[in-house]
């Protein structure tokens, strides 16, 4: 892949020029982009684009749901009546590069599993469309760098599906951190997991990017590194499994420390066997959590001086896509850019390396 071999200086000049593509979005002349709507095609039908994302975009301001993208025919039928798509808007995995030469289509949501993020992504940049794609971005840096790359060569943007940074209670926490709210920040616990019963499923399968770190890891290491302001430097991870006869290929939980440059330290969990969804942040002057933290709806907390963080908004995925599609009509930076799913996964890698060698390790 062509990131593969990129320098870190040609990689940050890259990045720069992505910049500039994301500032100029392919295909909106200035006079009418105000008005318009982004129309999404959502790549891969399965649980998230059917009980989230399509009910969220029928509640969106700036984009709806325009196409589909699916390798399960008898999928179509309904999907059309449902949410009155019509033929020309419908794709296959094996067509889906002639979306280029469809109008109707602004943008593609890349719902797939893992380790798909980055061919769909790259893909659809080439096709010419804005692209969002879901968490974890992929499976390695050099998949996030060619994603990055494909993007800014077909001046397209690109934007990760991360939700946690449009919800209000989040935004408070992480302005808590920058402005110094309860002064410097010590130390942070994440804690994201749920107990999954399902067995054979392609998050129990290395190759397609199954593991609790993929999944639910990334809502931790966020957590951390938004409520710090900070990239950690090195890592000490632990993986371990209840039920080795389901997860055989990949990891069950995962337990993993961050080191920061301030000396801060994380502590960062992920679970597929087991239900937690917390995060604290101590700071010098007082502390501040949220419990639930990344739920798709009821994320509250308290601080040690009595705050409630309570603030609620309708749906977290429609402001998330709301969000997105009015930075790109309006030309403005991205809220989740490639670049900060690219900074997750360099982490992750890290967090393997660790679990694998029991070393601790330098990022
Ligand atoms: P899912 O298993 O329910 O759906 C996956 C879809 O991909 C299915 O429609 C399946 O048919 C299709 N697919 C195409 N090729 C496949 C292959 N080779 N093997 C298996 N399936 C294949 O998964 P999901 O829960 O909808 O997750 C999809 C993506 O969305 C993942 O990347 C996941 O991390 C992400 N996700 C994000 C959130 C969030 O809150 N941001 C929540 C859930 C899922």
Redesign the pocket.
């Known amino acids: 892949m062509k990131g593969q071999s990129t320098t870190r200086r040609e990689f940050i000049k890259q990045l720069a020029l992505g910049a500039l593509a994301l500032a100029l979005p392919n295909g909106y002349a200035r006079s009418s982009r105000e008005d318009k709507r982004l129309g999404v095609a959502l790549v891969?039908?399965?649980?998230?684009?059917t009980e989230?994302l399509a009910p969220a975009l029928e509640r969106t301001k700036h984009c709806y749901l325009a196409g589909i993208v699916?390798?399960?025919p008898s999928k179509i039928e309904l999907w059309q009546k449902r949410y009155g798509i019509p033929d020309r808007n419908v794709y296959s995995?094996t067509n889906f590069d002639q979306i280029a030469n469809n109008p109707h289509i602004d943008m593609v949501y890349v719902?797939?599993?893992?380790s798909?993020?980055a061919e769909f992504t790259m893909r659809a940049a080439k096709a010419g469309k804005q692209v969002w794609c879901?968490?974890?971005m992929a499976l390695n840096v050099s998949q996030c760098e060619a994603m990055i790359n494909a993007c800014r060569d077909n001046r397209v943007s690109l934007a990760i599906?991360?939700?946690m940074q449009h919800e209000p209670n989040t935004q408070t926490v992480i302005r808590y951190g920058k402005e110094r709210t309860y002064g410097r920040v010590n130390s942070i616990s994440a804690a994201a997991g749920f107990y999954d019963s399902r067995t054979g499923?392609?998050r129990q399968q290395k190759a397609?990017g199954g593991g609790a770190m993929y999944?639910m890891g990334v809502y931790s290491l966020q957590a951390a590194r938004y409520c710090s302001g900070e990239e950690p430097v090195a890592v000490t991870a632990q993986q371990s499994t209840s039920r080795p006869e389901i997860y055989q290929e990949v990891d069950e939980t995962m337990t993993f420390e961050l080191e920061f440059p301030s000396g801060l330290l994380a502590h960062g969990k992920a679970s597929f066997g087991m239900t937690m969804n917390s995060l604290r942040v101590n700071a010098e002057k007082g502390w501040y959590e949220l419990e639930p933290f990344q739920t798709?709806s009821g994320i509250q907390g308290i601080t040690s001086d009595g705050r409630r963080l309570n603030a609620t908004i309708d749906n977290q995925q429609a402001k998330q896509m709301d969000d997105d599609a009015l930075a790109i009509l309006q030309r403005q930076p991205l809220l989740v850019p490639g670049e900060e799913g690219l900074r997750d996964i360099r982490v992750v890698e890290a967090v393997y390396r660790s679990a694998r060698t029991g070393q601790r390790v330098v990022i």
């Open positions: 891969g039908l399965g649980r998230y684009s989230q699916t390798g399960t995995y719902v797939l599993p893992n798909l993020h879901e968490k974890p599906g991360y939700r499923h392609w397609m999944d798709y």
